[in-house]
């Protein structure tokens, strides 16, 4: 089955800052991998995802993820923090298989400071 | 609009009292799934569909129930609530049936058992 793991619960930048989110996923094939982000009161917005086009992958709101097969590894960055950018943040991954069911991690609480 | 839309948003009740959360979609999705999310434990999947009549379990299927019966609609039924069951719930779909598929995900329903 496939998990992922995104260590810690909570990060706090400041703001211009860089941000990294960590997400490790397993998985014995390349899955698809996703970023989600919920702000606080909505619904989960898909930030960007992994689809085996490219390992670079560039998203909404100048996030970007990098898929690293050798390191199972698809971190989330944004070269500069912004105060929106305050929200909680999933890392999620499907299989190959028929179920398009999507696997999350615990999710990151991103904070901002002025 | 293309949508994901839940009613109600918000919701009390006691232990026992059967409830319905409905589900609809205006994007002519092939796929639906519902998931609930808990703190600490991300979002998990309780059961999804991928066509109309064809529903299947998810990870948390127990005590929920689901129905299929027109393609845009997706009902959760929990037959008899219990404070377990206290979360909050999401209901998305998709387009087609494989995992690279993006997944549009509604507002959320937030509902608390006595």
């Known amino acids: 089955a496939q998990s992922v793991t995104q260590l810690g619960s909570h990060v706090s930048v400041s703001e211009g800052a860089l941000v990294l989110l960590r997400c490790n996923y397993s998985s014995s094939v390349p899955p698809y991998l996703f970023w989600y982000v919920q702000y606080p009161n909505q619904g989960l917005q898909l930030l960007l995802k992994?689809?085996?086009?490219?390992?670079l992958v560039k998203g909404i709101n100048g996030f970007e993820a990098e898929f690293k097969k050798s390191e199972t590894s698809f971190h989330l960055t944004k070269p500069s923090a912004h105060m929106s950018d305050a929200a909680e943040y999933f890392c999620a991954v499907t299989d190959t298989g028929a179920n398009s069911k999507l696997t999350f991690g615990k999710g990151i609480t991103l904070s901002v400071r002025p | 609009e293309a949508q994901v839309t839940q009613n109600p948003r918000y919701l009390i009740t006691v232990t026992g009292k059967k409830l319905t959360v409905t589900c609809s979609q205006n994007m002519n999705h092939e796929y639906m799934s519902w998931y609930r999310q808990d703190p600490g434990l991300g979002l998990r999947q309780i059961y999804y569909s991928m066509n109309v009549e064809v529903t299947d379990k998810g990870d948390v299927p127990e005590g929920y129930k689901v129905s299929r019966k027109e393609k845009r609609n997706f009902p959760l039924i929990l037959e008899s609530p219990s404070p377990n069951q206290t979360s909050l719930y999401f209901c998305?779909?998709?387009?087609?049936?494989?995992?690279?598929?993006?997944?549009?995900f509604g507002p959320g329903t937030r509902l608390l058992v006595l």
């Open positions: 992994y689809t085996s086009a490219a390992t």
């Open positions: 998305a779909s998709s387009p087609g049936l494989v995992g690279q598929e993006t997944q549009y």
